[in-house]
């Protein structure tokens, strides 16, 4: 039963479809790590989150930043889904 489910998604070229579709959002992506990198250089200092260079445009943000961005968020949108 499973493989008539997946069936309609087999095929030959699935590599080359999915590479079109992250070249189509990849820049969706950069422009959203951008605009985060942004906001929280303007919250927490460009001493925290460095800027991007020449060599490193986009640098990652530091996790643990990232961990407490999610925590917070977590926190505060559980209230929103009381079941």
């Known amino acids: 039963m499973g493989e008539l ?5 087999e095929t030959e070229n699935f ?11 990849r820049s ?9 990198r942004m906001k929280l250089r303007e919250r ?8 991007g ?3 490193n445009p986009a640098p990652p943000i530091p996790s643990s930043i990232l961990g407490f961005f999610i925590f ?3 926190r505060e949108t ?3 889904f009381v079941v």
């Open 28 to 36: 969706l992506y950069e422009n959203l790590h951008a605009f985060t």
């Open 5 to 9: 489910w997946v069936q309609p998604y």
């Open 72 to 74: 917070k968020f977590k």
């Open 44 to 51: 927490y200092g460009e001493n925290r989150i460095a800027k």
């Open 53 to 55: 260079t020449k060599d």
């Open 15 to 25: 590599r080359d479809q999915l590479e079109a579709i992250l070249n189509q959002t």
């Open 78 to 80: 559980s209230k929103l």
